[in-house]
Nanobody, 121 residues
Framework: QVQLVESGGGLVQAGGSRRLSCAAS????????MGWYRQAPGKQRELVAV???????DYADSVKGRFTISRDNAKNTVYLQMNTLKPEDTAVYYC???????????????WGQGTQVTVSS
């Protein structure tokens, strides 16, 4: 069984910063891509940023230049550094990872429970 647990959400003023963390645990053989998604009220879940096992990254246009995704492979953890936050960044942020569990041949996507980020104007 594999679990993803996010932390770091909360209330922040516009222009401020916040750092989210997501740690994967359990019977993990390997982790491929890790990413952050968000879902605002009344909107579909959208990809915010992704980091591949080799370190390449990709970002949604709306966060380019403000957010930075990184990972610590030794800790099976992915981070999202969010700077210059805007009210429109308010959402529940979810992490996701493509994990090959011990004893498994396939890679499955796992999700965290989500963490709320609220940016006040």
């Amino acid at each position: 069984q594999v679990q993803l647990v996010e932390s770091g959400g909360g209330l922040v003023q516009a222009g401020g910063s916040r750092r989210l963390s997501c740690a994967a645990s359990g019977s993990i053989f390997s982790i491929n891509a890790m990413g952050w998604y968000r879902q605002a009220p009344g909107k579909q879940r959208e990809l915010v940023a992704v980091i591949f096992s080799g370190g390449n990254t990709d970002y949604a246009d709306s966060v380019k230049g403000r957010f930075t995704i990184s990972r610590d492979n030794a800790k099976n953890t992915v981070y999202l550094q969010m700077n210059t936050l805007k009210p429109e960044d308010t959402a529940v942020y979810y992490c996701s990872a493509g994990v090959r569990a011990d004893g498994q041949r396939i890679v499955r996507s796992y999700w965290g429970q989500g963490t709320q980020v609220t940016v006040s104007s």
